[in-house]
């Protein structure tokens, strides 16, 4: 007696779970390599990130919206164990990308720190300065 033939659900089922544990080889763009461990990478950049912006002060607007971005980021990295989700999630791009703009936004910070932005201007601009046409 024959067995019956698996169905294109369960057949598509199994190749998706095959998939799943499957690495990429290639992220498919020039000089970006494909991140072995994207979780530790990004909690590690995300803990410096939040580390770094205590230096700055509490009402100073980049500090405001960067950790809650940071903060919503790294929540999802810490409930989302699968790389292909976490991606859709964060909606940013390949997980790689996700890594580059962390590591940017990480020296930006402490950039911000050495230009204190959010001190008073050392002088005031000129009162036209803004005004176009001149």
């Not at 790389?83 to 859709?88: G, N, R, S």
């Not at 950039?111 to 001190?119: A, G, N, V, Y």
């Amino acid at each position: 007696m024959r067995s019956p033939a698996p169905s294109a659900a369960s057949s598509k089922g199994a190749a998706s779970a095959a998939m799943a544990g499957a690495l990429r080889k290639t992220t498919g763009l020039v000089g970006l390599a494909v991140a072995e461990n994207p979780h530790e990478r990004l909690r590690i950049l995300y803990t410096k990130i939040l580390g770094v912006l205590e230096n700055i002060p509490k009402d100073a607007a980049y500090r405001k919206y960067t950790e809650q971005i940071v903060n919503e980021r790294f929540d999802l990295v810490k409930k989302e164990s699968d790389v292909q989700k976490l991606q859709d999630k964060l909606n940013c791009g390949q997980i790689e990308e996700v890594i580059v703009q962390a590591e940017n936004e990480l020296s930006l910070a402490r950039k911000m720190i050495q230009w204190k932005p959010w001190e008073p201007l050392v002088e005031e601009p000129p009162s036209n300065q803004w005004r176009w046409p001149i």
